[in-house]
């Protein structure tokens, strides 16, 4: 199975920040890469597909980077609603996989 | 709306089945691929299952393989989960996702998502 890597396993930040997750895979998984954040209590919600496009609904100041083995989730502007757990998901092959998870907290 | 509503879930003991399931509405059911995921208490999220849109092929995380059935019925919009031989590492939050596929095999991952049915497994 793939292995998804996530980094930082968790991090506090404060409104207004710029905040940078990264995932790396164990294998070339071309573009096949998705971000989803968990709000305590909730189901996750997909905010990007293919390594970079935008969901629908999903807020502009999420973005998605990457392709091959390494990818990139950035938050421009840290919101109340943003402090949750995010998780990368590669879909390229079953079993799909998750990374571990990244916590975001407010500092 | 897109509606994923699971149902099915409880305590049960070591051994024991449970079936797990999920009415669709919202969208027409019997284009897309349907999975359950699950998240064990403060884990993070782990792929279970997944079903084509016509039913017609399967697969299952090893940690549940042997133990497990997934089956849909497209005209009562439903998916259904059958958790055999459920052991203790079995508890967790069940949801149910729904994932477009493409015919090249490409997807854009999980785009809804139930609000998950609770299992427990204890003695």
């Known amino acids: 199975a793939i292995q998804m890597t996530q980094s930082p396993s968790s991090l506090s930040a404060s409104v207004g920040d710029r905040v940078t997750i990264t995932c790396r895979a164990s294998?070339?998984?071309?573009?096949?890469l998705g971000w989803y954040r968990q709000r305590p209590g909730n189901a996750p919600k997909l905010l990007i597909y293919?390594?970079?496009h935008l969901q629908g609904g999903a807020p502009s100041r999420f973005s998605g980077s990457g392709s091959g083995t390494d990818f990139t989730l950035t938050i421009s502007t840290l919101q109340p609603e943003d402090f949750a757990t995010y998780y990368c998901?590669?879909?390229?092959?079953?079993?799909?996989?998750f990374g571990q998870g990244t916590k975001v907290d407010i500092k | 709306q897109v509606q994923l509503v699971e149902s099915g879930g409880g305590l049960v003991k070591p051994g024991e089945s449970l079936r797990l399931s999920c009415a669709a509405s919202?969208?027409?059911?019997?284009?897309?691929?349907m999975n359950w995921i699950r998240q064990a208490p403060g884990k993070g999220l782990e792929w279970v299952s997944y079903i084509s849109s016509s039913g017609e092929s399967s697969d299952f995380a090893d940690s549940v393989r042997g133990r497990t059935a997934i089956s849909r019925d497209n005209a009562k919009k439903s998916v259904y989960l059958q958790l055999n031989s459920l052991r203790a590492e079995d508890t967790a939050v069940y949801y149910c996702?729904?994932?477009?596929?493409?015919?090249?095999?490409?997807?854009?991952?999980?785009?809804?998502w139930g609000q998950g049915a609770l299992v427990t497994v204890s003695s």
């Open positions: 998901l590669q879909n390229y092959d079953y079993p799909w996989t």
């Open positions: 294998q070339d998984i071309g573009d096949a």
């Open positions: 293919a390594a970079s």
């Open positions: 919202g969208f027409t059911f019997s284009n897309y691929y």
């Open positions: 996702a729904r994932s477009y596929q493409y015919k090249s095999g490409w997807s854009p991952g999980f785009d809804y």
